[in-house]
């Protein structure tokens, strides 16, 4: 997280701010029609072709050829289905199209977290008190300490062997997000009045497995072992690459957090200037920012949750230059290079302490004055 | 044991299609396609296939006049036919929006496997005139199942009047060749009011009934003198106090028809059709509240006291989902059945029936219904 205070506004620049990203938002929303809808049915045509293919690769995957690309196929359309489909659908990015196969409140994505619980973590929750400690449980999910506000137990030496884990495991890391569980820990949550939610990730979970790890592999004859690890792969590398994706979109050297109480009463061009400096964007090609569900354009993302999400690149250009005018950062760098900053932090966050204040924040282009630190809140338990 | 065998024997006497839509309605097929459903894939392959919803593809277009399109569509198998004189619902994506419509059937009951629709193009309008710019073969449209009471009794009537102007000429255009393929023999009357007869969409067809079938009597408004009145009546040779009426057209010519029918007491014998446009409301103006908010389904309403539908909902009793309450997170998002309705955010009002709204960054601009 970043160590110096984020970059200030006068109230009438914040106002000035929102207004025109408000006029970027609105000038896109009279725009959409024909093409948005093109595009989105496309790569849902693709993500089903590839799951087709890879499933019926998968039924011969006894021949180690077949294992290997349906294994691919099935990975690749796993992450289209999670992240530019399920993830942005779900935002209601393409609800104006009145079309119920696309619409953010019916859809159900291929993953154990039920889509109902997601939308509530995630569209509402995330989206609402972006980086906010102690109200952002994206921050840490629960599991990990993410933030040197979080307070410091032993428990967090596995911070690493817990983050490997949530990586493997993600699609069920995501499918218990909701459930709150480190309240339920605690005491602060109580079991009987999550049990509604228990069931629907019973329910969805046990779906997800059969299909995957019983019916499909049964369906192979002689290659049900080998489907059944091709699955179990697939379903790996998703896990993994949503994983890193999701987690570059907000811990990257850089990004900020806020307080509860400097965000009270917050503004609308507040807000957005809360979801600018808690986002990190990832560099890359057209492939790479499909694939990451233009995740990889969380700035933009943040900025216009329900905008369909393949127009964010083409307005990176304007928001950039919106960032120079008023003199805020914009965080963008490579996967690598942002990855290798999350997994630092995750390092370093298993020892207590763990922020580096001789560390300068790699941020472009506008690079940050130097500030005294700004005083610490009180630490957010585990 | 023996019903156990029956059964195998039926399932290998079935035919074809109703094997497979049963192995793709079975819930292994469902498992194995969790979550999206075995459609969702079909679709790439079949886009009119479907195990429940009522698809069409258009196989024929005809562009009759210049402000109408004649479509030939062939609905997959949940089509369950119409009766003559029925209208359909039909959804159409125009400019990646899905609309809907009401058109009724022009063509013969009896035919099975294709229904022929026609669009008059509406200036105003967003589907008309998309469908006669732009429809061609191979489209796949959504059809809902035909409903409406604008239908001859099952012991058909011994004579009929067909009244139409306009775009109504399609429902009794329909009840016209059902009753002649029947080989109906009693006097029918087809008394069509349009601009001139180039405008008349089925004037071919209306031609050629006229000459096949000496029982029925067509007469064009255009042709006649004066406006409808007995004279036209009378010149369509119907005797209004014995036949069973049908109407349809613009409202004035419906009036007309009502008027005169009441005033002989003849209103049982009359059956009329309105095709309303989905008329934009008026919205009102931005300082004042007016009109009332209807709960459709809870059944519950409330006047418009000008805060936005979620506080509304709230105040009524309701309690609808909501989240951020500041229009980012959709979870409030819900139907709008018709009316008209301001975003806050950018004063922009929104009159389209059958839309999505978020309802905590929305206000009521007249009346509006909503389907929670």
Redesign the interface.
Known sequence: MSTSSPPQLTPEQLDAFGREL?AIR?RVIAD???????YIRRVI?TQ??L??GGRGLLLLSILPPAWLAGTAALSLSKILDNMEIGHNVM??QY?????P?V???SF???SACPSEQW??SH???H??HTNILGKDRDIGYGVLRMSEDQRWHPYYLGNPVYAVLLALFFQWGVALHDLEVEKLNTGKARWSDKREMVEAIWR?GR??A??DYA??PL?SGPSAPFAFTGNLTANAVRNVWAFMIIFCGHFPEGTHEFTEEETEGETRGA?YHRQLLGSANLTGGQIFHIMSGNLSHQIEHHLF??LPAHRYAELAVEVREICERYGLPYNAGSLPRQFGSVVKKIVKLALPGGGGDDEQPAVEPTPLPRRPRAKRREAVAA | MNGHVLACAQVFTETPTRLVRRVLGSSLAEALTTPHGVERYLEIVRPAFSLRDVRAEIVAVRRATDRSVTLTLRPNANWQGFRAGQFVRLSVEVNGVRRTRCYSPASSAHTQDLVELTAHAEPSGEVSPFLRASARPGMVVSLSPAEGDFVLPEKRPRAVLLVSGGSGITPVMSLLRTLCEEGHDGPIGFLHYARDEADVVYADELRALAARHPNVQLRYGFDLHGRFGREHVRAAGIDPAEAETYACGPTRLLDAVRTMWADHGLEERLRVEQFTAPAPAVPADAETATGSVQFARSGRAAENDGATLLEQAEAAGLTPQSGCRMGICHTCSCRKVEGAVRDIRTGEISTAPDELIQICVTTPAGDVTLDI
């Open positions: 408000d609105e959409l029609g024909e093409r948005d809808a093109a045509t089903r072709a799951e087709i935002h209601g609800d104006w199209m009145n079309d196969d619409n953010g409140h159900e994505w291929d939308r509530h569209n509402y929750m989206h609402t969805k779906r997800q059969l299909k019916l499909f369906l807000w949750p329900d």
